[in-house]
């Protein structure tokens, strides 16, 4: 009988300890869990050490409970959660596998149990997520994971993105260039932001339209963000409009990283926060990013180029497009109420009947951290003299801005590995690198106010050689001291353009009018084989 009574009483002591384990919260990803979407669960409880494993169960399938395995089954690696200091994750790829369901049983599923433990003993209390039925419709590939993500190959996989909220917590890559002019949704919200990760893959999607209209509300391709990451993505003739946040690639940006990232075509606003990339930058880093697209809100309140309002960081940016904006416009961004470093203002005109109106910010305030920043010194004002009250930066002639030396000095941009620079029939410009769909980003009033260069660039002793009129319409004639043997005269993509045997003459001209405006290499050669550089403007 004594042995039979220090049983029970280890068997209660057993019991006790079992259910009274630690307090626990869970959270998901996706939140709630959907039958045929990978699932990571977090548990969140006191420090059971480093070895922490789950033991889970369908705590609910049409009524009933159903566990695949045993109490002490689960000390292996398939069901080892990582973390530590309290913090424990556990991945399930797919609910039906891992659990051992019949379509049936899957289709009945309601309800998950979650228990982490160790070894020794020490466990939490019981946790419950609860299960929502997917559609059954998947993307091209991948499972939504990191290492797997979503594969967006088609408008379709794109517009599904948009229609499926319980997505907004996983991983995309960008398969191919997409043409989205047949897609009306958005991916994320105010109330239920966009918060994975968005590999552009260096691809771009064209054509996308957005209309929202409601106060407080977000429009943009990524309507809202928070802890996302979106990078190496290109957003090409696209037309959003809205109230308040709006902007091309993300209409409202709580939190997260936007890198490497540009956007063509146009935006509009009638109330707050309107920009070319992001309408309200509210806590994202926005980083080598830049925005062609015309901002329109002549109504309201913070317009931008590349941002409306920006409480966040921006770092080696730029914006080239037209903004017209009410109060507090910028080239680059409206209001600043954070951090803008290393980035430049290019646009060809800034329209406000404002104060509150600059090439570069629209205030300039305690709260404005701007540093390093560069405007175009020929920005067209929206009245007849900036005011004092906007954030100008350090202003630069298009002389500097289309060269590429002065350009990556202003800068300070990585043009080795992220930034290139291109030209395309004779115009200068900095682009991403290995993102499709890119094309000359600067205003065409840039290159025709380029002020040109001395006559004379070479002098070798006695010889002296001139080119011009510089810059030239059309005929451009060189003069020199010694006879002429060649000269030949090259875009700035290193393609010669024409090139003619001189023949002893000390005067030879050229005829540049059918050549695109730009600027131009031209090397010339004298009989005594002195080469002589000159850069050339063709207005």
Not at 132 to 142: K, N
Not at 229 to 245: E, F, M, P, Q
Not at 258 to 286: D, F, H, K, Q, W
């Amino acid at each position: 009988m004594r042995n039979f009574y220090l049983c029970l009483i280890g068997l209660l002591t057993a019991f006790s300890a079992w259910s009274a384990g630690s307090s626990a919260t869970i959270t998901t990803n996706p939140s709630p869990a959907i039958s045929d979407k990978p699932l990571e669960v977090t548990v969140k409880t006191d420090n059971l050490g480093s070895e922490v494993f789950c033991y889970t169960w369908c705590a609910d399938i049409n009524g009933s409970a159903k566990s695949p395995w045993q109490w002490n089954d689960v000390h292996t690696d398939k069901f080892r959660m990582s973390g530590s200091n309290g913090v424990y994750t556990f991945t399930i790829a797919s609910i039906k596998e891992f659990y051992g369901l019949t379509d049936a049983e899957l289709q009945g599923l309601t309800k998950l149990g979650f228990i982490a433990k160790t070894t020794s003993g020490a466990q939490t209390n019981d946790c419950f997520v609860t299960v929502e039925q997917g559609t059954g419709v998947s993307y091209s590939g991948g499972d939504g994971t990191a290492s797997s993500p979503y594969l967006l190959s088609t408008a379709d996989d794109l517009d599904l993105l948009t229609a499926t909220p319980a997505d907004w917590n996983a991983s995309f890559r960008l398969d191919s260039d997409i043409d989205a002019s047949s897609i009306s949704g958005m991916i994320g919200s105010v109330e239920n932001p966009f918060k994975g990760s968005f590999d552009g893959n260096g691809h771009s999607i064209s054509g996308f339209k957005a209309n929202g209209s409601g106060i407080g509300s977000a429009t943009g391709l990524f309507a809202a963000i928070d802890g996302a990451s979106i990078h190496d993505l290109g957003v090409v003739n696209a037309n959003v409009s809205g109230a308040t946040y709006v902007g091309i690639l993300a209409g409202y940006a709580k939190s997260g990283t936007i890198e490497r990232c540009y956007t063509t075509g146009t935006v509009n606003g009638t109330s707050v926060c309107v920009g070319g990339l992001i309408g309200n930058n509210e806590g994202a880093t926005v980083k080598d990013c830049y925005s062609t697209a015309t901002a329109d809100n002549r109504d309201d309140y913070a317009t931008g180029g590349l941002v409306g309002k920006n409480s966040g960081t921006v770092a080696n940016t730029y914006a080239s497009g037209d903004v017209m904006g009410f109060d507090y416009a910028g080239g680059l961004v409206g209001a600043n109420y954070g951090t803008v470093k290393n980035s430049v203002a290019l646009n060809g005109n800034i329209t406000s009947a404002s104060d509150y109106a600059a090439r570069f910010g629209g205030n300039n305030n305690p709260e404005n951290v701007s540093t390093g920043n560069h405007s175009w010194d020929n920005i067209t004002p929206g009245h007849l003299t900036w005011s004092a009250y906007g954030d100008h930066a350090a202003s630069r002639d298009a002389d500097h801005i289309v060269d590429y030396d002065e350009f990556r000095t202003m800068t300070g941009w990585d043009f080795d590995n992220v930034w290139e620079w291109r030209a395309d029939n004779g115009k200068a410009y900095p682009a991403l690198r290995n993102i499709s769909a890119q094309a000359c980003s600067l205003p065409e009033t840039i290159y025709s106010s380029l002020g040109g260069f001395d006559d004379i660039f070479g002098e070798t002793g006695a010889d002296i050689m001139t080119a011009g009129p510089n810059p030239t319409e059309g005929i451009l004639t060189v003069n020199s001291t010694s006879p002429l043997a060649s000269l030949a005269l090259y875009n700035l993509n290193g393609a010669c353009m024409t090139h003619a045997d001189c023949g002893g003459e000390y005067t030879f001209s050229i005829d540049l009018s059918t050549l695109p405006a730009g600027m131009y290499i031209l090397n010339v050669t004298d009989t005594k084989a002195n080469n002589t550089t000159f850069k050339i403007i063709r207005k």
